[in-house]
């Protein structure tokens, strides 16, 4: 049973930095899509970023040059360092995963088959 914890969340000042973990268990797929999802109140959810296995990365136009998603070797734990916050940025983060079919999909086209629960992150002004 695959499963996504993700950790890290919090509140911070604007400007100010954070790094989301999770922890990816249970996968049985050695090629893959991994990405950070996220959903302001009264919003649509919305791609942050992606990162397959090979380490190819997209990125939403609204976080590039300021969050860098990475992750381990062995596919354990995937990583979302945030900087330069902006309130704008305040929402649930969602950590989710998508086995490889055919096509390289980036953050704007992945379409999830896990999720994990969210992790909170607020900037304030």
């Known amino acids: 049973q695959v499963q996504l914890v993700e950790s890290g969340g919090g509140s911070v000042q604007a400007g100010g930095s954070l790094k989301l973990s999770c922890t990816v268990s249970?996968?049985?797929?050695?090629?893959?899509?991994l990405g950070w999802f996220r959903q302001a109140p009264g919003k649509e959810r919305e791609g942050v970023a992606n990162?397959?296995?090979?380490?190819?990365?997209s990125y939403a136009d609204s976080v590039k040059g300021r969050f860098t998603i990475s992750q381990d070797n062995a596919m354990n734990t995937l990583y979302l360092q945030m900087s330069s916050l902006k309130p704008e940025d305040t929402a649930m983060y969602y950590c989710?995963?998508?086995?490889?079919?055919?096509?390289?999909?980036?953050?704007?086209?992945?379409?999830?088959?896990?999720w994990g629960q969210g992790t909170q992150v607020t900037v304030s002004s």
């Open positions: 990162i397959d296995n090979r380490g190819d990365t």
């Open positions: 249970g996968w049985g797929y050695n090629t893959y899509f």
């Open positions: 989710a995963a998508e086995p490889w079919g055919t096509l390289r999909k980036t953050i704007a086209t992945m379409s999830p088959t896990y």
